[in-house]
Nanobody, 122 residues
Framework: QLQLVESGGGLVQPGGSLRLSCAAS????????IGWFRQAPGKEREGISC??????SYAASVKGRFTISRDNAKNTMYLQMNSLKPEDTAVYYC?????????????????WGQGTQVTVSS
C-alpha cells in the first residue's frame, strides 16, 4: 500500500524558513515522479515542484527560495523553504505519480499525503 506522510509545517515569520518532510512507504521514491503542491484558502491547488530521478523543476513562484532534496536511505523527500512570504501560506502536499514523468497537474498524481499547514505571518 502506497502511503505518503508529510510533516514539518507550522507558523513562521516572513523571511523565515521551514523544512517539510514527505516520508514514503509501500514503494520506493526513486521510481516515481514526486510532486509538491499547495492550496491556499479560497484558491486552487498549485503545483510548486516536481522531481523525477535527477530532474527537478520549480514553479516561478518558489524558484530560488524552495529546494527539493531526497534521502534514499529513509525513503523521504524534503522541501526546504527559505525566504518565506505571507503568500506562501497554504496547506502543502506531496504526491506520487506512478510514472517517472513529472507533471504540474494534480489529477496526474494518484497517491497523496495528508497535507501540512504552513502559515507565514508576523
Amino acid at each position: 500500500q502506497l502511503q505518503l506522510v508529510e510533516s514539518g509545517g507550522g507558523l513562521v515569520q516572513p523571511g523565515g524558513s521551514l523544512r517539510l518532510s514527505c516520508a514514503a512507504s509501500g514503494f520506493t521514491l526513486d521510481y516515481y515522479a514526486i510532486g509538491w503542491f499547495r492550496q491556499a484558502p479560497g484558491k486552487e491547488r498549485e503545483g510548486i515542484s516536481c522531481s523525477s530521478g535527477s530532474s527537478i523543476s520549480y514553479a516561478a513562484s518558489v524558484k530560488g527560495r524552495f529546494t527539493i532534496s531526497r534521502d534514499n536511505a529513509k525513503n523521504t523527500m524534503y522541501l526546504q523553504m527559505n525566504s518565506l512570504k505571507p503568500e506562501d501560506t497554504a496547506v502543502y502536499y506531496c504526491a506520487a505519480r506512478l510514472s517517472p514523468v513529472c507533471s504540474w497537474y494534480d489529477q496526474d498524481f494518484g497517491s497523496w499525503g495528508q497535507g501540512t499547514q504552513v502559515t507565514v505571518s508576523s
